[in-house]
């Protein structure tokens, strides 16, 4: 059984270029979450996809997009980079929706905006 | 609003201490509650849920729902339980939407 993985470990942008951050799901994990976390804060919620569709949605601009694809490997997409997107994104994938639903977390990756 | 706060931000305990990490929350319906921990080096990881009333690694919370909390406790702290612990509940209300509080830093001394 394999674990979450994202990649790239790291990445530096600058200010208005776009990023796309990939996150592969354990194995038989057909829901993925991808979060924010800035320095000295918690993940905060982005969206989550179940099924290639999305089912749900934080308070994110929509310039923040995803992907999920049939293989359940998933894709966050952010446009016209801001200083403040500077954060460890992370992906975490689920067996399913329910609100109990343990998750199991990549290493994240540390976007930096310059 | 949905909110999870966890008022220590750092905590220092001898080691064979009891140790209690603070957690409350406020959401508008019954959320699950959880605790996911962190230790150096090592991606986030769940501890335990309060549905499944278990005790791993010799902590336990309980779910208080008139004080709105959910703090973890173990009776007697371990060198290796120094690490980053979150306090987290989700809902249904937003897809399965966690919301994590900003974490609490234990370290354990020896």
């Known amino acids: 059984e394999t674990g979450v993985t994202q990649s790239p470990t790291h990445l530096i942008k600058t200010r208005g270029q776009q990023v796309t951050l990939r996150c592969s799901s354990q194995?038989?994990?057909?829901?993925v979450s991808w979060y924010q976390q800035a320095l000295g804060q918690g993940p905060q919620f982005i969206f989550q996809y179940y099924r290639e569709e999305e089912n749900g949605r934080g308070n994110f601009p929509p310039r923040f997009s995803g992907l999920q694809f049939p293989n359940y490997s998933s894709e966050l997409n952010v446009n016209a980079l801001e200083l403040d997107d500077s954060a460890l994104y992370l992906c975490a994938s689920s067996l399913g929706v329910a609100t109990n639903e343990k998750l199991f977390f990549g290493s994240g990756t540390q976007l930096s905006v310059l | 609003a949905q909110r999870v706060t966890q008022p220590e931000k750092l905590l220092s305990v001898f080691k064979g201490a009891p140790v209690e990490l603070k957690c409350n929350y406020s959401?508008?319906?019954?959320?699950?509650l959880f605790w996911y921990v962190q230790y150096s080096r090592q991606r986030l990881q769940l501890l335990l849920r309060h549905i499944s009333r278990e005790s791993i690694k010799g902590f336990t919370a309980d779910l208080n729902k008139g004080e709105t909390s959910f703090h973890l406790k173990k009776p007697f702290a371990q060198e290796e339980d120094s690490a980053m612990y979150y306090c987290a509940l989700s809902g249904s209300k937003n897809g399965n939407q966690f919301y994590f509080g900003t974490g609490t830093s234990l370290t354990v001394i020896p």
């Open positions: 194995s038989g994990h057909n829901t």
């Open positions: 959401y508008s319906g019954s959320p699950e």
